[in-house]
């Protein structure tokens, strides 16, 4: 028969809180106790369909309440699950050495409660198909490796849920990326083809001249400006040269006739020499011609 009502032993009110409360979305009925002490009178009289022990609280054990429980012909067939941080092949064995069918990891998702519930409804079930006088010869099950394969069931139906919705969540990405990246291209190719527009506008000649009209304005301004500085530059250089040829010429013109007027001195002195021996000459020929 399915597992349909459960004993939580823990010290801790939260980890009982939290074990109950996973117990309860499984339809799971659940009473709590903090103690073994206080576990071991509920049994007295109730009979859970599993019982989930902590290890360490204050007191006796867990692992000695299980053995308790197990040495007591009323509540031997009672399925016990340790439920504890303990963990561990070692402590595994210690857990089966005492009574328990397996190890419940602390804290404990739904997958793992799910998991130890539907083992032990099929262990259940399987016992209900065999004889009575065959149920006492049955081994213990180990309840570890029915959870790893319930866990790994899970953790692939998981994983393969994760895949899925990740392939979905990166094509639905994708197809917004797509999206967005089409009307960008639409948006730039928009822009391209007005600015491509208002360019060759722009390059007709009569908007061009129009455009450019003042500029080539100021730009012949600037060239005359420019061409008459030049113009006046070659001119004083014109006249520069001229000057300084034409005082070079009055130079030597000047110092030609410098030279000129020195010889014509040195003539002129020459000749009034000249007449002065002359005039001597004819006084001292007449003064002769007289006697």
Same mark, same amino acid.
């Given at each position: 028969?399915?597992?349909?009502?459960?004993?939580?032993?823990?010290?801790?009110?939260?980890?009982?809180?939290?074990?109950?409360?996973?117990?309860?979305?499984?339809?799971?009925?659940?009473?709590?106790?903090?103690?073994?002490?206080?576990?071991?009178?509920?049994?007295?009289?109730?009979?859970?369909?599993?019982?989930?022990?902590?290890?360490?609280?204050?007191?006796?054990? #867990?692992?000695?309440?299980?053995?308790?429980?197990?040495?007591?012909?009323?509540?031997?067939?009672?399925?016990?699950?340790?439920?504890?941080?303990?963990?561990?092949?070692?402590?595994?064995?210690?857990?089966?050495?005492?009574?328990?069918? #397996?190890?419940?990891?602390?804290?404990?998702?739904?997958?793992?409660?799910?998991?130890?519930?539907?083992?032990?409804?099929?262990?259940?079930a399987n016992d209900d198909d065999l004889?009575?006088?065959?149920?006492?010869?049955?081994?213990?099950?180990?309840?570890?490796?029915?959870?790893?394969?319930?866990?790994?069931?899970?953790?692939?139906?998981?994983?393969?849920?994760?895949?899925?919705?990740?392939?979905?969540?990166?094509?639905?990405?994708?197809?917004?990326?797509?999206?967005?990246?089409?009307?960008?291209?639409?948006?730039?190719?928009?822009?391209?083809?007005?600015?491509?527009?208002?360019?060759?506008?722009?390059?007709?000649?009569?908007?061009?001249?129009?455009?450019?009209?003042?500029?080539?304005?100021?730009?012949?301004?600037?060239?005359?400006?420019?061409?008459?500085?030049?113009?006046?530059?070659?001119?004083?250089?014109?006249?520069?040269?001229?000057?300084?040829?034409?005082?070079?010429?009055?130079a030597k013109d000047i110092a030609e006739?410098?030279?000129?007027?020195?010889?014509?001195?040195?003539?002129?002195?020459?000749?009034?020499?000249?007449? #002065?021996?002359?005039?001597?000459?004819?006084?001292?020929?007449?003064?002769?011609?007289?006697?």
């Amino acid at each position: 028969m399915p597992v349909k009502h459960a004993l939580v032993v823990d010290d801790s009110k939260s980890a009982r809180m939290m074990l109950q409360r996973m117990l309860n979305k499984m339809n799971v009925e659940s009473e709590a106790v903090e103690s073994a002490e206080a576990a071991l009178l509920f049994l007295d009289k109730s009979q859970p369909d599993v019982i989930f022990m902590d290890h360490m609280m204050p007191g006796m054990n #867990g692992l000695e309440a299980t053995q308790m429980i197990k040495a007591n012909p009323k509540t031997a067939t009672i399925p016990t699950i340790m439920y504890t941080s303990k963990e561990g092949e070692d402590y595994f064995n210690m857990a089966k050495s005492h009574g328990a069918e #397996g190890v419940l990891a602390k804290p404990a998702n739904q997958e793992a409660v799910m998991s130890v519930i539907e083992s032990l409804s099929e262990l259940a079930a399987n016992d209900d198909d065999l004889p009575v006088t065959d149920q006492a010869n049955i081994p213990l099950i180990e309840i570890d490796k029915l959870v790893q394969k319930h866990l790994k069931i899970a953790i692939a139906e998981a994983k393969a849920e994760i895949t899925a919705g990740l392939d979905s969540s990166t094509q639905q990405l994708q197809n917004a990326q797509t999206h967005e990246i089409k009307l960008a291209q639409r948006h730039w190719l928009q822009r391209y083809e007005s600015l491509e527009k208002n360019l060759n506008d722009a390059l007709e000649p009569k908007v061009l001249f129009k455009n450019t009209r003042p500029l080539n304005q100021r730009l012949a301004t600037l060239v005359a400006e420019k061409t008459t500085k030049k113009a006046a530059a070659d001119l004083n250089d014109i006249i520069n040269v001229q000057n300084t040829e034409t005082k070079e010429s009055l130079a030597k013109d000047i110092a030609e006739i410098q030279q000129l007027a020195q010889t014509s001195k040195k003539q002129a002195v020459f000749i009034g020499v000249l007449t #002065g021996i002359i005039s001597a000459l004819a006084t001292s020929a007449a003064f002769l011609f007289l006697i």
